[in-house]
């Protein structure tokens, strides 16, 4: 790179006839350089060579580029250590020798070079070679090359400045590859991750203090207002990581591109900085508009002379559309999307959840339903529509798993047509499987389990004690039962009551139509806690059966679902490990099965070790549970023959399990 | 349906309100929501900093290769008005 001084040197001076010699210059009379290490070095102003000893800085001087690099050349092995001695002979040598198209080289000491003339070049170099300090301009004796600074060296008249307000010219245009679109500054990413933009709505513009960087103002200016804004947002922050990462968004990073921003003279390049800086600009105020609202919000909500149900009132709820006029959207005849319909459909869910308030206090209300999107969304987007009906299915029964498809579909399509904001696509989902599921999930759970649902009702039944009602804990009522039967698939339903766990075992567990959302929330959750991740949040006080819910992490929550499944499909192997064993009638059983796990799970290849209690009788009734624990599996093999709670075997699987699945 | 902050902190707070127990007194209650604002709140604004940092580290690799680039252009902008003085 050529800074503005460099440039300069870049061309002879219009007054000189011939150029200047190159000069190739050593510190040879340094004292204490026992063994030096000799190089070059690239920069700002050009090549120079280094001399370099282990303890002290590097001494530089400015050389020619060609110069070095042929010097270099001829130096074994490019670096090489000299003694002091030879340093400057050797330098000297080399240098002075043919160098092709260079002019006369001359090398001296820092003393020598101050009083000699400037030498006329033998032969006249291409101007790209002419990179040239003067010789007046070396260093004196004794000052370290690395504070010298080039200058004296008027620039050219004719040599235009770049300067920010020169637009780029046809020429840059067509040399330059095609970097003007700046991919990273995007404005998908210079937008602000406010709820509204999040909801696919249009940034909120700019306010007065926003604007406060004027559109004419320097770099420097810029920066300058940004960083005091930040300071001031800052000490307004009450959050200590907020001021922290408002620290580090202040000092390290834009710091760091204000240090940049120093050197830059281009247009395309100060465009990039300016668009960088609007982006923080933005950051700025959006913090502002959260931290402003914080401090309503939290204003109201302290007035204890206003109702929380007035503070927390839905200002759209003065216009509820009346609900029939709401286009039924199970029927085939309105499986054709439309923006009117879909605009009406919008206003009814919300106007259905604002008349009917009550309906969301029962245990499967909103968040259920978020939940259950989740997972919805994600299965979609994974391309497992038959899993997505089969969880639904599991959850609500099959007629109603349809008719959420349906629904489904439609709302996907209002998405794919560009009608539909994802807050629309959430609002109608909820409200829609609201509506589905009101009545019968009314019935379902009406038997409130309390405090039953607590970590140890939930360990006990994450297990196949859960879906055959067994009452492992003695939390569970039989109640539950009738629920659990209809939640299966059909053919699940149709099974003789007292199933056998053996007959559980030879089931196809893997299928999601047989999992309920429910134990692939619990196992996930489990896989959460084990990982440490903080962010799973339980309501069990509320007493719901559907209270759970799981905040995955963002980014995270695919993954979290995904280990889920894993796990799921993996128990569902366990119980087919057990069905097999069962035919090994002459062998130990714990062998039988330590064996066949080892087997399977080392195809996959996962370093496995198994061990079972001895005492195993048989897996007849045994029921299995998974837990993962960091990068193993524990399995927890229960016979109720010997005890609800009796641990009779377990299965350690060490692999770095699935992280990435 | 454009909504401001604070509108989307209510609707946030009346969902959350609902996932409280419906005997749990007025004050607690409050303390709770309270409690949520900060929680949201912070959140938020960490995911917007967050976010900015994340644009501006890649976008700082990108004015680098900005700056190289018309570096290297100005550079033979000078050299082409150079040689032709010349």
Known sequence: ?661 | MATTYQEALRAHLREFNKTLPESMPEEERRAALLAEIDRFTEADALKVLDETNEVLNSGYDHVVALKAQGDVQAEQDQLAEVRQSL
């Open chain 1, 1 to 661: 790179m050529l800074s503005f001084e460099t440039q300069a040197f870049a061309a002879p001076p219009a007054v000189v006839e011939a150029p200047p010699p190159i000069v190739v210059e050593t510190k040879r009379d340094l004292p204490d350089m026992p063994s030096a290490t000799v190089g070059t070095s690239g920069g700002d102003a050009g090549y120079a060579f280094e001399a370099k000893t282990p303890d002290a800085a590097a001494e530089s001087v400015p050389a020619p580029a060609a110069a070095v690099d042929d010097v270099w050349g001829r130096l074994p092995g490019g670096i090489k250590k000299v003694d002091s001695a030879e340093l400057g002979a050797l330098a000297d040598q080399e240098a002075k020798k043919d160098l092709a198209g260079l002019p006369t080289i001359d090398v001296r000491q820092p003393a020598e070079a101050a009083q000699a003339p400037v030498e006329a070049a033998a032969v006249t170099p291409p101007a790209s070679e002419f990179k040239l300090a003067p010789l007046e301009t070396l260093p004196a004796a004794g000052q370290p090359a690395s504070e010298f600074k080039l200058a004296s060296v008027e620039p050219l008249p004719a040599m235009p400045r770049p300067t920010t307000e020169v637009p780029p010219t046809e020429q840059t245009t067509t040399i330059r590859p095609a970097v003007e679109a700046a991919p990273q500054v995007s404005p998908e990413q210079v937008a602000v991750a406010t709820p509204e933009a999040q909801a696919g709505q249009n940034q909120p513009p700019l306010t007065a203090e926003a604007s406060a960087v004027r559109p004419e103002a320097s770099l420097s200016e810029r920066f300058t207002t940004i960083k005091q804004e930040l300071t001031t947002l800052g000490k307004d922050a009450a959050s200590a990581a907020v001021q922290n990462a408002i620290s580090v968004l202040r000092d390290k990073t834009i710091g760091r591109l204000e240090g940049l921003a120093g050197t830059v003279k281009n247009h395309d390049t100060v465009k990039a900085i300016v668009e960088l800086n609007n982006r923080v600009a933005r950051a700025e105020l959006a913090v502002r508009e959260i931290m402003s609202g914080r401090d309503k919000m939290k204003g109201e909500i302290a007035d204890s002379s206003k109702p929380l149900s007035e503070t927390l009132k839905d200002p759209a709820a003065e216009t509820p559309v009346p609900a029939a006029e709401r286009p039924a959207s199970k029927s085939p005849e309105n499986a054709v999307v439309t923006p009117e319909r879909l605009q009406q459909e919008v206003a009814a869910a919300k106007a259905e959840r604002i008349k009917s308030p009550e309906s969301l206090e029962r245990g499967t209300g909103w968040n259920d339903s978020k939940q259950m999107l989740r997972i919805a969304s994600f299965l979609e987007k994974e391309g497992m529509s038959d899993a997505l009906e089969g969880v639904l299915a599991a959850k609500h029964g099959p007629e109603i798993a349809a008719q959420m498809m349906d629904y489904h579909d439609l709302v996907k399509a209002g998405v794919e047509s560009g009608d539909l904001s994802e807050e629309d696509v959430e609002m109608l989902l909820a409200g829609e499987f609201d509506r589905l599921t009101s009545g019968n999930e009314g019935e379902e759970e009406s038997g409130a389990e309390g405090g039953t649902e607590g970590a140890e009702g939930e360990q006990a039944a994450s297990g196949v004690g859960q879906e055959q009602g067994v009452a492992t804990t003695g939390t569970r009522s039989a109640e539950r039962r009738p629920r659990r039967e209809r939640s299966r698939t059909p053919e699940n339903r149709e099974l003789p009551k007292g199933k056998t766990e053996a007959e559980y075992a030879n089931m196809d567990l893997s299928s999601l139509s047989q999992a309920t959302v429910k134990e692939q929330a619990r196992l996930s959750e489990l896989l959460q806690s084990e990982q440490g991740l903080s962010t799973v949040t339980t309501h069990n006080q509320v007493g719901r059966q559907y209270d759970t819910r799981y905040d995955y992490p963002e980014g995270a929550g695919k993954a979290q679902i995904k280990q889920a499944l894993k796990m799921r499909s993996n128990e569902s192997r366990m119980f087919n490990l057990m069905a097999g064993t069962e035919s090994l009638e002459n062998e130990n059983k714990a062998d039988a099965f330590t064996r066949a796990a080892t087997a399977e799970f080392e195809s996959d290849g996962l370093d496995v070790t198994v061990s079972a209690d001895p005492e195993l009788k048989s897996f007849q009734n045994a029921k299995v549970k998974m837990i993962q624990e960091g990068g193993a599996i524990r399995v927890e093999i229960r016979q109720p023959d010997s005890g609800a709670e009796s641990y009779v075997g377990s299965m350690d699987i060490k692999t770095s399990f699935d992280k990435n699945i």
